[in-house]
């Protein structure tokens, strides 16, 4: 069984959807308005590929 996880930003002018796997440069790009996340993505305490625990921790630490 294989699990996606997507990821979904609404902006001013429509939305992005990114899905499994994700480049770790993407996700840093698309999480930029949290720095504390992408530095744990880019020290890898926090595996890009990992888009479930990136998404949570976002959505525990980061503004909305």
Do not use: W
Not at 8 to 23: D, F, L, Q, R, V
Request: with cysteine.
């Amino acid at each position: 069984e294989k699990t996606v996880y997507f990821v979904h930003t609404i902006y001013n002018e429509g939305y992005t959807i990114y899905h499994k796997p994700a480049s770790k440069e993407r996700v840093m790009k698309q999480f930029d308005d949290c720095p504390e996340l992408v530095k744990k993505i880019d020290s890898k305490e926090i595996r890009a590929r990992d888009l479930k625990a990136v998404v949570n921790y976002y959505n525990a630490h980061c503004p909305n």
